[in-house]
């Protein structure tokens, strides 16, 4: 059996779903951060098990020929960028075979990718990537918290300074960070104007073990092609100290159009409470997409990667197959983008969105955009769908299409069973999970009754990259 502190020589053969590296060694299976496939590593042994092993490299002692140098100093401390250190080209490869193990493994589906095709496999299509890996970020949620003031290495009581960062991986230890790369390189403005305000006003930073202090988060969006810029402390309060002081410090920065706070006072990681307020100008900013025009608040759902998301949105709407005269069920509609991307080459769309928020945005940018033909309705899908009315008086109707945007946990069961009974032509199924994603859709393959459904397409996005994160568009149709 392996023991702490242990070093080993070994060889990285392939990486978790995470993006960890994975080696064996004396009959071990070792996952090591930072290394990446191709790799031969001294590894120091952290947490032994009975039959595997966690590690951390020592020293690189031969670089595989993807490895590259990460562009963030930052970026094997903190917890995002998991795959800075592999070459974007390879960084696709790996998120193909992520959602192809996943079919594979979770759902059992035969599968296949370019270098190995089969007779009935589903084929698994390269990953769509960007031309620039990096600043593709038009949000960013910033924890804030009290750090020690890097000292000299004496052991010396260290003085404790407001900083705002990201955590380092699977910890709450905080990793002050300026200028993420992923992010724009106007945050670092937002950032530092507000930091200034904390601490020339002695706002406190939130202490989530003792559960005191104000400021928990800070959250930033930006209208890549409006420019507009959201910003939202998120606080441990009723209100934040000297608001005016707060405004003055942010309006100065440019873009900086809407000033919100948003108030979340329970323990847990949940990062943003149920009530927001505006301080500065509108609750909301603006922002184009596909040729639309949508309002975004602090708690919209809106994609990351708005030039990625057009690569997403085309490939759902192609998969649809819309003439005009379908009717589209949108479930997890959000603000509406991917119902709105729809309605212009279907009869009518349906949206069901479980945050009332969104739900208002939805149907203000439809009016925003003149679209006439989108409706939307708050409630959770399962049920509404479940009992066949949007709302009292108001029932559901058949479906030809039904677009699936769930968040990581997937799809409940419920829902599934109740998109079964209804039978549309075409599911439309758009993943962040590959392991939510396979599972759903052996539930869909399985079917309810005399009705079941097989894949056409499963079409990898890179919206994430230099993590290990991939979203998917697969197109379901009636066996």
Do not use: W
């Amino acid at each position: 059996m392996m023991n702490k502190n242990d070093i080993v020589t070994v060889t990285i053969e392939d990486f978790t779903r995470d993006g960890e590296g994975i080696g064996r060694a004396d009959g071990y299976t070792l996952f090591i951060k930072d290394a990446v496939i191709g790799d031969t590593v001294r590894a120091r042994i952290t947490r032994p098990k009975k039959t595997y092993a966690y590690a951390r490299v020592e020293e690189i002692l031969e670089p595989s020929p993807d490895r590259v140098k990460a562009a963030c100093p930052e970026a094997r401390r903190c917890g995002g960028c998991r795959l800075q250190e592999l070459s974007y080209e390879k960084q696709l490869v790996f998120k193909r075979k992520v959602v192809a193990d996943a079919l594979s493994r979770i759902g059992k589906f035969p599968v296949c990718t370019d270098s190995e095709e089969r007779d009935g496999a589903i084929e698994v299509k390269p990953v769509a990537g960007m031309a620039d890996p990096f600043r593709y970020r038009n949000k960013a949620q910033y924890p804030i918290a009290c750090v020690p003031v890097r000292g000299d290495g004496t052991g010396e009581h260290r003085e404790m300074r407001i900083e705002a960062g990201f955590y380092a991986g699977r910890t709450h230890s905080l990793i002050p960070v300026r200028d993420c790369l992923l992010t724009r390189e106007v945050n670092a403005s937002v950032l530092d104007a507000f930091l200034r305000y904390m601490r020339e006003n002695s706002v406190t930073a939130y202490d989530e073990k003792t559960g005191r202090g104000c400021v928990r988060h800070l959250l930033i969006r930006e209208g890549f092609s409006t420019g507009e810029l959201l910003v939202c402390p998120v606080i441990n309060a009723e209100s934040l100290p000297h608001p005016d002081r707060l405004i003055r410090a942010l309006s100065a920065v440019p873009g900086v159009r809407s000033i919100c706070v948003n108030i979340n006072r329970k323990p847990g990681n949940v990062i943003l409470g149920d009530v927001t307020k505006a301080l500065f100008g509108d609750p909301f900013i603006t922002d184009q997409l596909g040729g639309l025009s949508f309002r975004i608040s602090p708690r919209s759902f809106y994609q990351v990667n708005p030039v990625q998301t057009e690569v997403l949105y085309r490939e759902a709407v192609r998969a649809a197959g819309l003439t005009g005269k379908e009717t589209v069920f949108d479930l997890y509609c959000g603000i509406g983008t991917i119902s709105l991307s729809m309605a212009k080459h279907a009869k009518e769309v349906y949206g069901i969105e479980i945050i009332p928020d969104a739900v208002r945005d939805a149907r203000e940018n439809a009016e925003r955009n003149g679209i006439r033909n989108a409706h939307f309705y708050t409630g959770a899908a399962e049920d509404l769908v479940a009992r066949g009315e949007f709302e009292r008086g108001v029932p559901c109707p058949r479906a030809d299409v039904v677009v699936l945007d769930p968040p990581r946990k997937g799809c409940d069961p419920v829902l599934i069973r109740s998109v079964l009974l209804m039978a549309p032509e075409r599911i439309v199924y758009v993943s962040c999970d590959p392991a939510t994603l396979a599972r759903d859709l052996r539930l869909f393959a399985d079917g309810e009754g005399d009705v079941s459904y097989r894949i056409q397409l499963i079409q990898p996005v890179d919206m994430f990259p230099e993590t290990s994160h991939v979203e998917t568009v697969c197109l379901l149709t009636h066996s």
